[in-house]
C-alpha cells in the first residue's frame, strides 16, 4: 500500500470512463473507504489515509501548475 498507489487511482479515474461511473454509482455515499474499494477492485493497493494524502497532493500540484492560491479564489 502506498501514496504512489493512490496517485495512480487517481489519475486513472481522470482517464477511465468505467472507473468514474463506478464512483458515480457510489453516490451519495461516497467516502474514503468505498473509494478504497473500487481502487481495491481495480488493482490498486491503498489505505483511506494514503488516498487523502494522495488527494491534497494531487490538488497541491493542479494549484501549482494552474497558479491558483487562496489569494485569487472568490
Not at 477492485?41 to 501549482?64: H, N, Q, V
Amino acid at each position: 500500500m502506498s501514496v504512489q498507489a493512490a496517485l495512480q487511482f487517481i489519475q486513472a479515474v481522470s482517464q477511465d470512463e468505467s472507473l468514474r461511473n463506478q464512483i458515480r454509482m457510489l453516490i451519495p455515499e461516497v467516502n474514503l473507504e468505498n473509494l478504497v474499494s473500487v481502487g481495491i477492485e481495480a488493482g490498486f493497493e491503498y489505505t483511506p489515509e494514503e488516498l487523502s494524502i494522495a488527494y491534497r497532493y494531487d490538488w497541491t500540484m493542479r494549484s501549482l501548475r494552474y497558479g491558483i492560491t487562496t489569494s485569487n479564489i472568490p
